[in-house]
């Protein structure tokens, strides 16, 4: 009788390692289509850092053509969201799309679950309905309330690519574990435009890092009182859905594709995905290891055919 015991106990605590084991290894669904900063290239490259760090499923969902290549500038199609049904983490790198309402639903749904959200650069106008007047509330009033901004302007384009344009920095007495390890460093994004003048963040937005723009087109028409030169880069924040759950929010504005080259930027962005999941105590002192598998070689941004073209999508296993 005691054996039986002891062994039905030990099934129990072994099923319990399992279910913890279970916790500790997410599943992340990272939602791409955009068709100017090649999140295509830079979101499978944090995918694999991910997998190898966290033991993490990985699921990427993209905008693949007829014959199943990866197109950004299909904007009405992002193959495999039904994955967000089963997600613990959406991170979000898409810039105006218009998806068919049960494509959109399930990335609307997901949010209104209450489960945690990463968002990138764009995502600040992560949809653009021009005519279905059902959909609109997605351009503008969706971002703004899940994200905290919604697009406004920026700084303008300038050599893109080919020198950096934000001077990147930790905000003054700011304290988070997003920031442990992270260094000040110059970005290739130009900076967004999300706080001051006529506008200002939404919801309890914290900001933590701040961008200052290295050359502005606001700067040179003497227009700075209405776009500051200095912005929040990055925050995090609070959602609460239709679930009455509240979600946990990372964003940065930041996502050129030269940008993820930038130890920093990639800390930057492994960091905000651990606090997103509830595992900031897993942030070690000098943050996540950035170490990139394999290799990163992105495309710069620009519209175009200026994506690698004839690529199917990855599957990380």
């Not at 967004?192 to 723009?213: M, P």
Request: with cysteine; glycine share 8%.
């Amino acid at each position: 009788m005691k054996k039986l015991l002891f062994f039905t106990i030990s099934l129990m605590f072994l099923g319990s390692m399992t279910l913890n084991a279970q916790k500790q290894k997410p599943h992340i669904v990272f939602v791409i289509g955009d068709e100017e900063y090649r999140s295509e290239e830079s979101m499978p490259m944090l995918g694999q850092i991910l997998k190898r760090e966290l033991g993490a499923k990985v699921s990427l969902c993209f905008p693949l053509d007829e014959k199943g290549f990866i197109n950004p500038n299909i904007n009405n199609n992002i193959d495999g969201l039904e994955a967000l049904k089963s997600a613990d983490l959406m991170v979000i790198f898409t810039r105006w799309r218009e998806l068919p309402k049960e494509q959109a639903k399930l990335i609307t749904d997901y949010v209104e679950s209450g489960k945690p959200v990463v968002g990138f650069r764009t995502s600040t106008h992560a949809f653009l309905y021009k005519k279905d007047s059902s959909m609109a509330s997605l351009n503008n009033e969706w971002p703004a309330k899940v994200f905290g901004q919604q697009w406004i302007v920026h700084h303008g384009h300038f050599d893109d690519g080919a020198k950096p344009l934000t001077s990147v920095y930790p905000k003054e007495n700011s304290k988070t574990p997003i920031l442990r390890g992270v260094n000040s460093f110059n970005a290739y994004s130009w900076l967004y435009h999300v706080d001051g003048g006529d506008w200002k963040l939404n919801g309890d937005c914290f900001t933590f890092l701040e961008g200052k723009s290295l050359k502005s087109k606001h700067e040179m028409e003497g227009n700075l009182t209405k776009y500051p030169i200095i912005q929040p880069v990055a925050w995090t924040k609070s959602y609460k859905g239709k679930s009455g759950k509240s979600s946990r929010v990372f964003f940065t504005t930041l996502g050129h594709p030269y940008d993820f080259k930038e130890g920093s930027m990639r800390k930057l962005a492994l960091n905000g995905i651990y606090w997103a999941l509830g595992l900031e105590n897993k942030i070690p002192k000098n943050g996540v290891n950035t170490t990139i598998v394999g290799k990163y070689e992105p495309n710069n941004s620009g519209f175009g055919e200026k994506f690698k073209l004839n690529v199917k999508p990855m599957i990380i296993r």
